[in-house]
């Protein structure tokens, strides 16, 4: 089945592009550039480097801009995937939503509305065996924001890894976060995985952090 | 006690949606199988059936419901068919499916004492079809708009609309109680 997939650039949308790919064809990546930093529907960092990820893995990329405004987002939804529909003919969407019923009825309710199949293979997946398997599928993730108590500025830029996932679970213990910020504790960007042709470099980048919230400016990558 | 959990998808990605999410949640000996690989003689091995839902969009099972008939008639044991799996164990027993369109959370209202559920709770639902019908079951619980929990009335069979394994684990494990 031909698919586009709603990208984001983390760690979740790879992942369901990865499970998705496994029997089905990946037409073209999905991207909507939220102006808004606290988006309901859409992650937010680094989504300007999204473009570099489609390249690394040679797929059609489409993207448009949203206002980040709650509801006004799902008509910019609906828009990129009517065109992704008559520009690639997709027959249906793919998503990383993993627990938010918010996210994923308003997915549902678009895809139903256009005839689409609607795909969430992450769907339920729990935190701990979410992070396991971005280890045995070798996504190599950096984390590019973090919004929670005790997230420290030395979180921006880290891997996400064998190492941190510990660390990771061991927050989860002392402060409940969820430890792979389905909350919106974390935000990531992949860097290398298998189906990119090139990873990516960041070669110069600029942390911006006060009390507990921060992101990473991702100024220049490129693919080597 | 082994329980064997039916998928009804046609993409085999969805059953990461629909199949894994209820395989997590059952700690007990259980074997995931599709609908088309499925036997009279092998389902006997097991002694509770889960028959899970699938893709707003996959209609495929419907094309199947003669098939089920012969599986699951004389099957004697629990059986629970949740959303798609609820159309095909009514199906079974007389029930026609039918247009019905559902996406989101819903308040169900409990409207039987039964083994499921006690309270009225909200249910996570996407189906575009329901069933009607219903002679040879008891309604449980509803929506405004739709039978949510029914149960046949002389068997252990139950069809639950509603995604039990969004927010409401409990009546899988009730279900597996049984």
Not at chain 1, 39 to 54: D, G, R, Y
Not at chain 2, 92 to 100: A, H, L, M, Q, R
């Amino acid at each position: 089945m031909k698919l586009g997939v709603l990208f984001s650039g983390g760690k979740d949308s790879y992942l369901a592009l990865q499970y998705a790919s496994e029997e089905n064809e990946i037409i073209c990546l999905l991207t909507l550039e939220s102006k808004k930093e606290d988006s309901w529907m859409f992650h937010t960092p680094a989504i300007e480097w999204t473009k570099l990820q489609a390249e690394a893995m040679g797929l059609n990329h489409l993207t448009k801009e949203t206002s980040g405004i709650k509801e006004e987002e799902l008509d910019d939804l609906k828009i990129i995937i009517e065109s992704a529909v008559s520009k690639y003919s997709i027959e249906g969407i793919v998503t990383g939503a993993l627990a938010s019923v918010y996210q994923s009825t308003r997915i549902q309710k678009i895809c139903n509305e256009l005839n689409l199949w609607c795909f969430n293979p992450l769907w339920q997946m729990p935190q701990s065996v979410l992070l396991q398997e971005l280890i045995s599928n070798n996504v190599d993730s950096i984390i590019t924001g973090v919004a929670a108590e005790p997230f420290d500025d030395s979180w921006l830029g880290r891997s996400i890894n064998s190492s941190s996932i510990v660390d990771l679970l061991a927050l989860e213990s002392s402060h409940r976060i969820n430890p792979a910020g389905e909350g919106g504790e974390i935000e990531s960007f992949v860097v290398n995985a298998p189906l990119f042709t090139k990873s990516i470099s960041v070669v110069k980048s600029q942390k911006h952090y006060s009390n507990f919230s921060g992101r990473l400016e991702i100024q220049e990558a490129f693919l080597e | 006690m082994s329980i064997l959990l039916v998928s009804t998808c046609e993409n085999k990605l969805s059953e990461r949606e629909f199949i894994d999410p209820i395989s997590r949640i059952i700690e007990h000996n259980h074997k995931i199988l599709h609908h088309t690989k499925c036997t009279s003689s092998s389902i006997l091995d097991f002694d509770k059936i889960i028959i899970c839902g699938t893709s707003l969009k996959d209609t495929s099972y419907i094309k199947h419901l003669d098939n089920f008939q012969k599986l699951l008639y004389d099957f004697e044991g629990p059986i629970l068919g949740i959303c798609s799996g609820m159309h095909i164990v009514c199906s079974i027993f007389g029930s026609k499916i039918t247009e019905n369109r559902e996406i989101g959370m819903f308040e169900v209202e409990v409207l039987h004492q039964n083994s499921l559920c006690k309270k009225s709770f909200q249910a996570y639902n996407i189906h575009n079809y329901s069933v009607n019908n219903l002679e040879n079951f008891t309604v449980l619980a509803k929506t405004n708009k739709t039978p949510q929990i029914v149960k046949h009335n002389n068997k252990n069979i139950f069809g639950i609309s509603f995604h039990p394994e969004v927010r409401n684990e409990n009546i899988l494990s009730n279900f597996l109680l049984l």
